[in-house]
Nanobody, 130 residues
Framework: HVQLVESGGGSVQAGGTLRLSCAASGQSYSRYDDWCMAWFRQAPGKERDGVAAIDNDGSTTYADSVKGRFTIPRDNAKNTLYLEMNSLKPEDTAMYYC??????????????????????RGQGTQVTVS
């Protein structure tokens, strides 16, 4: 079992920045390179939207809507995943979830799997941009 705990959400004005964190723990998470991780978001009344993912080798992928504005660094020593969000827009408003899936796959595959609900996810952290 893996536990994922997100933090760092909040309310910001358009153009602002936020950094979300996701702390991973659990006996199954003993080897970070066994796991791909991702962020997805969901706004009220809308479907899940994959935001970004990082695979076992550290390769990343981003949704077109966030390319150039968001990055997904991963601190393996701290078992922590981040989502650094710049130039935030009102359309970025959503609940943001961290997710993890075990296995070897590309970042694109990982983002697709986790956005569809495969793997573990945290409870979410709200981001509101006005």
């Amino acid at each position: 079992h893996v536990q994922l705990v997100e933090s760092g959400g909040g309310s910001v004005q358009a153009g602002g920045t936020l950094r979300l964190s996701c702390a991973a723990s659990g006996q199954s998470y003993s080897r970070y390179d066994d796991w791909c991780m991702a962020w997805f978001r969901q706004a009220p009344g809308k479907e899940r939207d994959g935001v970004a993912a990082i695979d076992n080798d550290g390769s990343t992928t981003y949704a077109d809507s966030v390319k150039g504005r968001f990055t997904i660094p991963r601190d393996n020593a701290k078992n922590t995943l981040y989502l650094e969000m710049n130039s935030l827009k009102p359309e970025d408003t959503a609940m943001y979830y961290c997710a993890a899936v075990r296995g070897s796959m590309t970042a694109i595959q990982a983002l697709d799997f986790m956005t569809r609900g495969i793997g573990y996810r945290g409870q979410g952290t709200q981001v509101t941009v006005s």
